[in-house]
Nanobody
Framework: QVQLVESGGGLVQPGGSLRLSCAAS????????MGWYRQAPGKQRELVAR???????NYADSVKGRFTISRDNAKNTVYLQMNSLKPEDTAVYYC?????????WGQGTQVTVSS
């Protein structure tokens, strides 16, 4: 079972940037595809970025060209660089395997985009 701890969220103005980090432990991290998910108030959790064990990436249309997912297998860490943030990016952001492991959700990190 993978344990995941997200960090790096905060309050940022529209157009700003944030870098999220996800530290993983407790399993063989490097063999899994990993993803960043987000859940806005009143909405379902959605996958916004995915990276395979080999480093291939995919993005939801809503974040394509603005967000970049990366991973450092030596540090068991996944990152999400978020640029040109919009108010609609406001959500709690989580990382997890793709497909997700139900028992591995962390506490998430809040991202709020507001002026």
């Amino acid at each position: 079972q993978v344990q995941l701890v997200e960090s790096g969220g905060g309050l940022v103005q529209p157009g700003g940037s944030l870098r999220l980090s996800c530290a993983a432990s407790g399993s063989i991290f490097s063999i899994y595809a990993m993803g960043w998910y987000r859940q806005a108030p009143g909405k379902q959790r959605e996958l916004v970025a995915r990276i395979t064990s080999g480093g291939s990436t995919n993005y939801a249309d809503s974040v394509k060209g603005r967000f970049t997912i990366s991973r450092d297998n030596a540090k068991n860490t996944v990152y999400l660089q978020m640029n040109s943030l919009k108010p609609e990016d406001t959500a709690v952001y989580y990382c997890n395997r793709v497909p997700y492991a139900p028992g591995s959700w962390g506490q998430g990190t809040q991202v709020t985009v507001s002026s």
